[in-house]
């Protein structure tokens, strides 16, 4: 028997890239507008350093 310890978020599998950007504010003025838009329901921007932008992820 083997037990697994651990959750993952209720979210995790069902994001898609919604977007990349230079900016850190402008990943999360567009994440905000879709929410507010009710493009989905809430989103993360994540710096991705070996290129350098934000991923918007929602």
């Not at 978020?9 to 900016?23: D, N, S, V």
């Not at 003025?29 to 009710?38: E, K, L, T, W």
């Not at 991705?48 to 992820?57: D, E, G, I, R």
Request: net charge negative; aromatic share 22%; with cysteine.
């Amino acid at each position: 028997m083997t037990l697994s310890i651990g959750t993952a978020p209720a979210h995790a599998g069902t994001e898609t890239l919604q977007g990349i950007y230079q900016q850190y504010n402008d990943c999360e003025r567009v994440g905000g507008y879709g929410d507010d838009q009710g493009w989905w329901s809430g989103y993360r921007c994540e710096f991705k350093s070996q290129y350098y932008y934000y991923f918007l992820y929602a």
